[in-house]
């Protein structure tokens, strides 16, 4: 059973940072694409940013040059580092695995098997 666990979210100022962790259990980081994709309760899932197994990254342009993501494959950590946080950025953000959604150009859709329970990030001004 592949459980995604997220962590890091909180309470910020705009201009700090924060940085998010995805811990999998029953999923192996070699077995495709994973994201991080964000929702607010008015909007719709928005992709944030997605990696695959050869490094490959993508990135929403709202936070192009300020979020990065990475993982660290040995413990099964999936990283999203926010830096220069607008209140923009508010919203639950979501971490999920095993892309389904056929072409690498569409990591941005919601297109995923599994999604971790999320992490409230608020950004005041």
């Known amino acids: 059973q592949v459980q995604l666990v997220e962590s890091g979210g909180g309470s910020v100022q705009a201009g700090g940072s924060l940085r998010l962790s995805c811990a999998a259990s029953g999923y192996t980081y070699s077995s495709g694409s994973m994201g991080w994709f964000r929702q607010t309760p008015v909007n719709v899932r928005e992709g944030v940013a997605a990696?695959?197994?050869?490094?490959?990254?993508v990135y929403a342009d709202s936070v192009k040059g300020r979020f990065t993501i990475s993982a660290d494959n040995a413990k099964n950590i999936l990283y999203l580092q926010m830096n220069s946080l607008k209140p923009e950025d508010t919203a639950m953000y979501y971490c999920?695995?095993?892309?389904?959604?056929?072409?690498?150009?569409?990591?941005?859709?919601?297109?995923?098997?599994?999604w971790g329970q999320g992490t409230q990030v608020t950004v005041s001004s």
């Open positions: 999920a695995a095993g892309f389904r959604g056929g072409a690498e150009t569409r990591r941005l859709d919601p297109a995923y098997a599994y």
């Open positions: 990696w695959n197994t050869v490094g490959s990254t």
